[in-house]
């Protein structure tokens, strides 16, 4: 497995290790911050070594758990391993493993769901304590000791530099293609120190193509050879193709209103099925020399770089399906102009999607009939992922989309109800809500004129007569009329899913 | 009245007329931008002029009703005169007028609750369709046509700039010395063309002391000498002194750990009694060399100022005592280095918020166990005010701090409850919670946690059982265990207020 040619520099070869010798360096309570971004560039072996470790100890009947600190959602060799070990005290930012998701849900794992753009400098901060370890994958070490960064970036110079020990993965399954690929910008500073960030155009390199670390810190470098998670994506579905659709009509039509260039503005599109399907439709579409500021690139945005419909597109992480990947590794060199990746505080940086004019479009869980938006919730309780970047983009776009079929698991559940069972993306944050049967724009309307929009354009047929019939008695019902509720009512449609398994 | 040094233009001084006069330009169905932020720098004389013109079309039998697009909240001679006559169709971006809210709650009048920094943009972008008039007060007209500024700047350049037609009311009753206070930036631009804005302190002044104006859309001048409204502040109470000390002990013992530099970091504080109180508790606090970044100037900022505690302030409005604006106007000479007046795009502008890492202390209605904030609607429905910028600064501030009493209406009401009935400011977006109970600090906390320290230190004693009940029943109540909610409780202390008067 050993590839020479990997690690160049002398000192850090020295430290090669075991996965099973360099997780034995991990301790009870120890902090970790791990790479790892929508299962790309996670350390592929030393989380499991870790797991095991763990469950060791807890089989002699000690403690051990640890923080874990991502960039965001990982793999099952990370999250999974490490949350059937019952390892982990704390996780952040973001997850969407099912093991990790049910211990969280069981009350056995803290959860900090926050903002992708926020993690680095909380943590810089130091608002969250020391990083005790990081794990990070990389592609490769340079002679001078340098490090080329792998599939992902995240928060990857942040543990890096705030760790007081560091564990690196060097992972020879990773192109060596990918070199020269990234863009590490090491002009961060604390307030009151900062300074503008100088990006103007999503493919502006502002920062260096290696990540910096101290070799003093390095403890262990572990070799692998395995392959990122890489999950297929279904292929589009209708309602998928639907909501694409309705967005791409509604671009055309601001194009033509004068409201956005003809090549649109950069595009940041959500993890999931919903919006590789809208970037599948924008290849059928007119519009051309597009761009993407954006977090992952998924199979979707790759082929549009492919057919030339999409000039550059920036990323803090790729995620692609294997065949996307073979595509991607054939054509590095061609690409590797075309693509940029970003540590994610520059990715999802406030600064830069104001200022760069992003259109949003990101997936949600339901949204309430006057716009407020849910993306991490269900029934009001339970985690299901975590809003990752889509404050970030939402909250500072052009325009945020926030798109879902109308309805979930068999039509059982309205995606539009009467009042969001949890906040993520408030009123004053939401512009366009779509589903298959429509799309409304909330721009320019009261919370009373959204609640006929949203009820028209976007709730199912089978939910519409109810939705109607709920505002009605809400503005009958004696309360304020600027978003009218009737408090008894406005949760009794999660409740009755509970209850009975359906909101019908 | 009239003050020629005021209006040394020869084409606009030929525009001068009465406030009927100018009234008369503005027609059925126009929006009608305003100038006013927070009661300062608003017309004084034109929008009762046009109220009556209204009262006396609506007499007629005729429809007359305008959009009114503004800076913030502005007086009873504008949003009071417009409201009783039924005159506004849609209002934005955000009002405090008893009239007027009672509008908007009755279903009369549809109201646009959108963060400040959002309007002048979206102006521009063309969302809200044309502009059709603006109606704006300065203090002055330079020879050249360009405008002194008055008390606030809010929208100003953008409402000159969009506006079809254009209306100024000079009025003489503000200080000739306000001129050079201002800093108007003329740097921005749509995307895909905007470049950092280059301000990297409180006080750098990045544009120009002057309003730009075109003199041919300019229809009329009118000659006004009328104080803002100037409402005095009610002497802090023991609850705005107790919060006020929970917040600078916190801040002391941020600095002791390194946290925050010992000047501690640029000040965002909301309006009202409260946010005063605060400053006149950092008044006698061992800070030195202070600065604002902030919205509005409001007294205890200015005594700060003076006593030599804060070294300068940047804001967009005023909103003084009578008695403050005395000394601010005695004085000016020796303030006018240290406070600079924007535009609120740049006043509040994310970037700028983000890059300054401003603390962010902000008034709220409600917060929930889990730290989610409600600033904007009682009992779910009716609107008290708007979000106003609490969202631009919260959402992208180093520290983000929500205050409010424990308890509202004679202790009827608990400010901290099981579920907030509307969410401005997300889980993800609110670090710290004060009431004069204590204070929560929620950095690094999951849901779960969250909940135990918000109710143990913030909630009133009287409500803490009732809340510890809550909370350990929806643990137990068999849905997810990230966020424990009884949906069919979690608004009940509302709904228990609107049917009994009352909490308890
Ligand atoms: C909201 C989100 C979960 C939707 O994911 P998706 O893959 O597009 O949507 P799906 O329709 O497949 O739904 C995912 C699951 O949620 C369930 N679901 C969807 N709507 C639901 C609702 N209203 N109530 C309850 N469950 C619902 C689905 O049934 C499905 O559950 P399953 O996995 O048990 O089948 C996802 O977009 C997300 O995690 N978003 C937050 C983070 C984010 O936006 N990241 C991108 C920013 S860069
Ligand atoms: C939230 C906000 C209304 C609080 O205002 P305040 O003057 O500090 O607080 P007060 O305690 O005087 O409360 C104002 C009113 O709300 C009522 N109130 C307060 N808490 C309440 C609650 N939980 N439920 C119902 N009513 C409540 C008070 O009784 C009072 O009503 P009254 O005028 O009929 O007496 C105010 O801060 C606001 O409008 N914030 C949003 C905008 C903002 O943050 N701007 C600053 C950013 S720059």
């Not at 990122?228 to 279904?234: G, W």
């Not at 193709?241 to 601001?254: D, M, P, T, V």
């Not at 920036?314 to 991607?328: G, Q, R």
């Not at 409304?440 to 919370?447: C, E, F, I, K, N």
Request: net charge negative; charged share 20%.
């Amino acid at each position: 497995m050993s590839d020479a040619s990997r690690i160049l520099n002398p000192t850090l070869r020295s430290k090669i290790m075991s996965a099973d010798e360099a997780a034995a360096l991990i301790g009870h309570g120890d902090n970790v911050g791990m790479s790892g971004f929508t299962g790309a560039g996670y350390p592929k072996v030393v989380p499991a070594a870790l797991a095991r470790r763990i469950d060791a100890a807890h089989a002699a009947g000690q403690e051990f758990r640890v923080g874990v600190w991502t960039g965001a959602s990982t793999a099952p060799e990370l999250d999974g391993a490490l949350a059937r070990a019952n390892g982990v005290e704390l996780r952040m930012p973001y997850q969407s493993d099912p093991a990790c998701r049910a211990r969280i849900n069981a009350g056995e794992m803290e959860y900090l769901d926050i903002h992708l753009s926020h993690v680095a400098q909380f943590v810089w901060f130091g608002f969250f304590g020391p990083l005790n370890v990081a794990v990070v994958e990389v592609s490769g070490i340079l002679e001078d000791g340098r490090l080329i960064p792998s599939s992902s970036i995240g928060n990857n110079k942040t543990w890096l530099d705030q760790a007081d020990k560091i564990i690196l993965e060097v992972n020879s399954w990773q192109s060596p293609k990918l070199e020269g690929m990234h863009d590490i910008y090491y002009g961060t500073q604390l307030p009151p120190h900062r300074q503008p960030i100088p990006l103007v155009h999503p493919n502006d390199r502002i920062g260096e193509a290696y990540l910096r670390v101290d070799p003093a810190k390095v403890v262990a470098v572990v070799e692998t050879h395995h392959p990122d998670r890489n999950s297929a994506f279904t292929p589009p579905d209708d309602a998928s193709r639907q909501i694409a659709g309705h967005i791409i009509e509604f671009l055309q039509s601001e194009v033509k209103r004068g409201r956005l260039p003809a090549n649109l503005l950069p595009l940041q599109s959500g993890v999931g099925n919903i919006a590789n399907a809208v970037m599948a439709g924008l290849l059928d579409s007119p519009f051309e020399h597009l761009t993407a500021y954006t977090e992952v690139l998924q199979d979707g945005m790759l082929e549009l770089l492919k057919s030339g419909k999409m000039t550059t597109a920036s990323a803090t992480a790729f995620s692609l399906s294997p065949a996307a990947l073979e595509e991607l590794t054939a054509n590095l060199d061609q690409f590797r102009e075309r693509i940029v990746l970003r540590p994610q505080e520059i990715s999802n940086h406030p600064e830069l999607v104001r200022r760069l004019g992003i259109i949003a479009m990101n997936g949600m869980i339901e949204a309430d009939i006057y716009g407020n938006v849910n993306s991490t919730h269900v029934m009001g309780s339970s985690i299901m992922n975590g809003i990752g970047g889509s404050g970030d983009f939402a909250r500072n776009a052009y325009l945020s989309i926030f798109m879902t079929p109308s309805t979930a698991k068999d039509g059982k559940i309205s995606c539009i109800v009467p009042m969001a069972s949890h906040v993520d993306h408030t009123e004053h944050d939401v512009q366009v809500i779509v589903t298959e049967q429509g799309l409304a724009d909330l721009r320019g309307l009261s919370p009373r004129q959204r609640a006929q929009v949203v009820i028209e354009n976007c709730a199912h047929p089978d939910f519409r007569p109810a939705l109607h019939d709920y505002f009605g008695r809400a503005m009958e019902g004696g309360g304020g009329r600027h978003t009218p509720h009737l408090l008894q009512e406005a949760l009794s449609w999660h409740l009755r899913y509970q209850q009975t398994g359906s909101m019908r």
